[in-house]
Structure formats: structure tokens, C-alpha cells
Nanobody, 120 residues
Framework: QLVESGGGLVQSGGSLRLSCVVSGYTLDDYAIGWFRQAPGKERTGILCVTRTDVVTYYDDSVKGRFTISRFNANNTVHLEMMKLQVGDTGLYYC???????????????WGQGTQVTVSA
């Protein structure tokens, strides 16, 4: 089971930290990806961290603004988001997979999502 938290309403230029807590299995064995579903749009990948702490960016627009970090001892992965833009608004999900695969369908476990709203 994965549970996201930390979403909320923030002004453009602000920051948020999302958390993904994994339970029922060991975080060490999985890559964790973060995905976003904007209103009326399909779910898309943002970035992912492998079991060996290698980060893959799916969305180049977040480079330099978003960072991902994993804390296996706490079974937690954080997504630090800075300089948020209105276009970052959406429902944010974390998901687990054996590696940072290219497609969301290849991630087998998903959280329920946490809403991030960025106002102008």
C-alpha cells in the first residue's frame, strides 16, 4: 500500500513537499515514481527514483525545481517541489515498480493521490 500526503493550495512561486509512505513491503526492493494528473488530462510521469537512488526525469519542465529522495529506513519517498507554477496543478500519485519504467502501466502499485493546486 502507498499513501501520499502533503498536497495543498499554494501560490505560484511557492513550495510543497509531498510524501509517499509504503507499507506492506520493503521500499528497498522497489523504484518509486511520481505522477501527475492535471484536470481533464491523462496521468503523466514526473520523475522516478530507482532502488539504487538513480533519478529519472519524465518531465523536463520540473528539472531544477523538483527533487525526489528516498528514505528506506522509514519506507518513505519525498517529492520536494519549488518554484511551483500554475501548470503544476493536479492530483499527484506515487507508484511502485521494479525499475523506473517508461510507462505508467508498468507500475503495479498506486496510492490514492494528493491534490496540489497552484494559484496565480
Amino acid at each position: 500500500q502507498l499513501v501520499e500526503s502533503g498536497g495543498g493550495l499554494v501560490q505560484s512561486g511557492g513550495s510543497l513537499r509531498l510524501s509517499c509512505v509504503v507499507s506492506g513491503y520493503t521500499l528497498d526492493d522497489y523504484a518509486i515514481g511520481w505522477f501527475r494528473q492535471a484536470p481533464g488530462k491523462e496521468r503523466t510521469g514526473i520523475l522516478c527514483v530507482t532502488r539504487t537512488d538513480v533519478v529519472t526525469y519524465y518531465d523536463d519542465s520540473v528539472k531544477g525545481r523538483f527533487t525526489i529522495s528516498r528514505f528506506n529506513a522509514n519506507n518513505t519517498v519525498h517529492l520536494e517541489m519549488m518554484k511551483l507554477q500554475v501548470g503544476d496543478t493536479g492530483l499527484y500519485y506515487c507508484a511502485a515498480a521494479g525499475d523506473c519504467w517508461k510507462y505508467a502501466a508498468e507500475f503495479h502499485s498506486w496510492g490514492q493521490g494528493t491534490q496540489v493546486t497552484v494559484s496565480a
